[in-house]
């Protein structure tokens, strides 16, 4: 079982920037970040291998970038261009191979609040 400690949440006005951090416990193989917003199911948000092969929700390509430092067991999603509608809460999630399907992850964060507002 791996413990992972999201951060770098926030508040910030459309199109701002924010990078949040996944601090694991351990070495993960593949590692997802998801996002609930209220009143709505939890969505895949991006997902990153331990060889730093990437996938993105159409949602978010050309604005989230995700990347990992397998030296400090920390992955990262730094987000530009911020929405609105990117106002969620975002988990991060481990487990044995990269997917933007959450039943796949066997261990989550606690998560971290994201808002986009004026």
């Known amino acids: 079982q791996v413990q992972l400690v999201e951060s770098g949440g926030g508040l910030v006005q459309p199109g701002g920037s924010l990078r949040l951090s996944c601090a694991a416990s351990g070495f993960t193989f593949a590692i997802g970040w998801f996002r609930q917003a209220p009143g709505k199911e939890r969505e895949g948000v991006s997902c990153i291998s331990g060889t730093g092969y990437t996938v993105y929700a159409d949602s978010v390509k050309g604005r989230f970038t995700i990347s990992r430092d397998n030296a400090k067991n920390t992955v990262y999603l730094q987000m530009n261009s911020l929405k609105p509608e990117d106002t969620a809460v975002y988990y991060c999630?481990?487990?044995?191979?990269?997917?933007?399907?959450?039943?796949?992850?066997?261990?989550w964060g606690q998560g971290t609040q994201v808002t986009v507002s004026s």
């Open positions: 999630a481990a487990g044995p191979r990269i997917t933007m399907t959450e039943y796949a992850y066997n261990d």
